[in-house]
């Protein structure tokens, strides 16, 4: 089965603009998986497994080339065959 990831820096950026294109690619067939910043305590529909991410907002945190580490890690484990960044930060 295919696997997506979705990757901003909140997940909130995700619920509030990119929940159409979570559904679509759910109604494909697609494992969807999403990765950013957890700031609610909602549900984000059509998604199989929340990565949860703790981006800093500075571009030049050393904190976050740690992150850029983890999700390398995080795509190399889960084989993704589509992975999508939003937000300038992710």
């Known amino acids: 089965m295919k696997k997506i990831l979705?990757?901003?820096?909140?997940?909130?950026h995700l619920e509030n603009f990119h929940i159409p294109?979570?559904?679509q690619f759910k109604k494909q067939g697609y494992i969807v998986h999403i990765m950013g910043k957890p700031n609610?305590?909602?549900?984000?529909p059509y998604?199989?497994?929340v990565i949860p991410i703790a981006f800093e907002k500075n571009m030049f945190s050393a904190k976050n080339l740690i992150i850029a580490f983890k999700i390398a890690?995080?795509?190399?484990?889960e084989n993704?065959?589509?992975v999508n960044l939003h937000?300038?930060?992710?």
């Open 6 to 12: 979705f990757v901003a820096s909140t997940l909130s």
């Open 21 to 23: 294109y979570l559904e």
């Open 40 to 44: 609610n305590k909602s549900t984000i």
């Open 47 to 49: 998604v199989d497994k």
């Open 73 to 77: 890690k995080a795509i190399r484990n």
């Open 80 to 82: 993704y065959d589509i």
């Open 87 to 90: 937000t300038t930060l992710a």
